[in-house]
Each structure stands twice: as structure tokens, then as C-alpha cells.
């Protein structure tokens, strides 16, 4: 009563006295909020509960960032190679969420099922080449360290090398993961070097993974 005459009250939503109120809506359809079916779509599209809460535990790498990411650490992000991971980087665009500037959509700040797939596939494919490059400082330069480049295994024993796992995990090697990925790396079959190769790339792989999509 002491804020002026009470107005009309817009439709769906509460009167206000003028100076001391803004008039809001009781409809939860309106203020831009989003339709439930189209909330339960998208939650469809994620996965069931027990993936879903993994998918928004973190943030996902932007696009640009990833591309950054694989190309420091060796990995041709602009190779034209069937199945390659430069190739899968520039197709997956869409499925990792990046920004739809013509359609006002900003890049999706979250992981999909979808998206997470072809980030697993990309570093599938991106092992290969780490492996091969980490040691050139012209291709690999964020593995660098005080002028010296590692190798990802060691030539001698064939162990995980820790600046090298450092590097490409983003964050100093434990003892646990050393030892994770040496026990990764020993279930190849004796004397099969085609079979070890693949060992090393699921290993690597595996902690680009676990790394970079909060598991």
C-alpha cells in the first residue's frame, strides 16, 4: 500500500506495487526456460544416470583447445589421411560440440555421449603419432623439458617414461601411474612386437582418456 497503486497483473504472472516489485511470471513454460520434453530429449541423447553424472562432473576441452593439445604433442591435426586423427579432429566438429555462430549456438560446455566417443577415437588414432613424435621438438614442442625431449617408452627396459606421461596427461606422473602403464604395456605377448606396439597405443590412449575427460 505504500509503494503506489498495486498494477494489473500480466497474464500468468504476480501484480506488483509499482516501486518496490517487477512483475514475474508463474508460468515455468516462459522466461526462457526450456521445455521439459526438450530437457528429457537431451538428457536421452547423454546417456543413462550412471554416465550422465560423469559427463557433468567437468567441462570438456573446447575444440580449439583440443586441436592445440594434439598438435603439441605431435599429432598432424591437419593430415587428410583416412582415419587419421587430424582427419577425425576436422570431421568431429559438430559432434564435440563446437559453436554454431550462423544459428547464435555457443560451443556446448559439456560432454554427449556422442561427443566423448569421437574424443576416444581421436585419441586412439592420436597415440600412434605421439609415439612416434614426442621426441622431435619441432613436432612435440610441449614435451620438452629443460631442452631435452623424452621418449614415451624407454629404450632400454621398455617402461613408461614419466616426463613423457607427464606430458601428455597434462599434470605430473604418479608412482600409481607408472606402474599402471607398465602393467598395461606387459600384457603384450612375448616376443610379439606387432602385439607390443598395440599394448603402447592402448596404453597412451587410454591415459589421454582418463586425463582429459574426468574418469
Known sequence: PDGGPVSEAPPGGQPTNGSESFDHTNDPGESGQK????ILK?????GPPQIRTRLHSCGKIPYSSLGAFLASRGVNTKSITPKSAGLL???GGD???????DAREGERLFHTTAGA??????????????????TDPAKAPACVLNGVSNPMFDPEDG?????SLSCIMGR???EDDLIL?????AQAKPNDMADLQRKRVIAVAAFLSAAHTCE
Open 35 to 38: 521445455d521439459p520434453f526438450e
Open 42 to 46: 537431451e538428457r536421452a541423447e547423454e
Open 89 to 91: 579432429y576436422q570431421s
Open 95 to 101: 559432434a564435440l560440440g563446437v559453436a554454431k555462430f
Open 117 to 134: 566417443t569421437k574424443l576416444f577415437d581421436i585419441f586412439v588414432q592420436s597415440a600412434s603419432e605421439i609415439i612416434q613424435n614426442i
Open 159 to 163: 617402461s613408461c617414461v614419466r616426463e
Open 172 to 174: 605430473p606422473a604418479l
Open 181 to 185: 602403464c607398465d602393467l598395461m604395456v
